[in-house]
């Protein structure tokens, strides 16, 4: 389905990501974990095009992405849907406009000026943000939404690309467990019920074991890991994360396993 096949980035002298070869035979969940300037996000970028790989192919059901130019480049990008930590919206935009933006590459420069979107999309837009749980935002401004809230708008305008694949760029980065664990989930279901291939670079490995059915691991832009979450040991998280003798997972974590029932509900409380 997907192949990378030796991706190296170069800024200067220094090298973002290094040799990378990587291969996926069919949808899955996959996570990215690695410390701070590992080369996760120069990754994501590079397979969305959003960035040059300075060498190496990224192949797409024998497409070559890394060749693609002008419009082509524009369709990947929207088969390719890509979601960000700090979410991308248009803050003072209504909900459902946000959502619609997905649609952008599909209109007319002249229909995107006067703001005119056929009544299916707009049917579909709502459709898209009732079964992320967040339909009766649709007409809210969307900085008035919580951050959760706001990334399953994210998440909502990214299926609204109809894409094939979805990159997620730490997209819990910047929420509180109870709203990380709500975008977890939403991001496990879309990758379950519409066979859609996820990546989504993690910060934490707890999270990354609990919904990736894969991880791979980069260190110095390598990738030192690539197996099931099982199979990553402390030794080898150790490795990843270029820790030390008194490396404990905990540091990593988002503690969202650590919510229990109650935890959980006197957070809804105090998210009301
Ligand atoms: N546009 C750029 N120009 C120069 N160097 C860059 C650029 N983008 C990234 N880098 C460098 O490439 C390396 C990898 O960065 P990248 O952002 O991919 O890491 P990351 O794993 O996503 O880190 P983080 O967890 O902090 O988001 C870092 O050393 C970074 O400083
Ligand atoms: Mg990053």
Redesign the pocket.
């Known amino acids: 389905m997907l192949k990378i096949d030796g991706l190296s ?1 170069r ?2 002298d ?4 290094d040799r990378v070869t990587v291969a996926v035979d069919k949808p899955a969940m996959i996570g ?1 974990i ?12 590079m397979i969305n095009r959003l ?1 040059d790989a300075t060498e190496g192919a990224i192949i797409f059901e024998g497409e070559d992405i890394t060749a693609l130019r002008g419009a082509a480049r524009r369709a990947w990008q929207s088969r390719c849907a890509m979601i960000f ?1 700090q979410f991308n919206l248009v803050p003072r935009m209504d909900v459902v406009s946000n959502v619609l933006h997905g649609t952008l590459n599909r209109r007319s420069t002249l229909a995107t000026m006067f703001n005119l979107y056929p009544q299916e999309d707009i049917h579909r837009a709502i459709e898209i943000l009732d079964r992320l749980g967040i339909a009766e935002q649709a007409a809210k401004r969307t900085e008035a939404l919580s951050g959760g809230q706001q990334q399953r708008v994210a998440i909502a305008r990214a299926l609204m690309q109809n894409p094939r694949l979805i990159l997620a ?2 997209p819990i980065a910047s929420l509180d467990p109870m709203n990380a664990q709500i975008v977890m989930d939403s991001l496990r279901r879309i990758h379950e019920e519409d066979g859609l291939l996820v990546i989504c ?1 993690l ?1 934490t490995l707890d999270t990354a074991r609990r919904y990736c059915d894969r991880v791979i691991g ?1 260190r110095d ?1 390598r990738v030192v890991f690539d197996g099931a979450p099982e199979m990553l040991t402390t030794a080898t998280a150790r490795e990843i994360y270029g820790a030390g003798e008194d490396f404990s997972e905990a540091a990593t974590s988002t503690e969202i396993e650590t919510l229990d029932g109650a935890e959980e509900i006197r957070l809804a409380e105090a998210c009301v």
């Open positions: 980035k800024f200067g220094k090298i973002a990501v990215i690695g410390r701070s300037g590992a080369g996760k996000s120069t990754l994501l970028r960035t930590q760029d730490e670079n910060h980069m832009g």
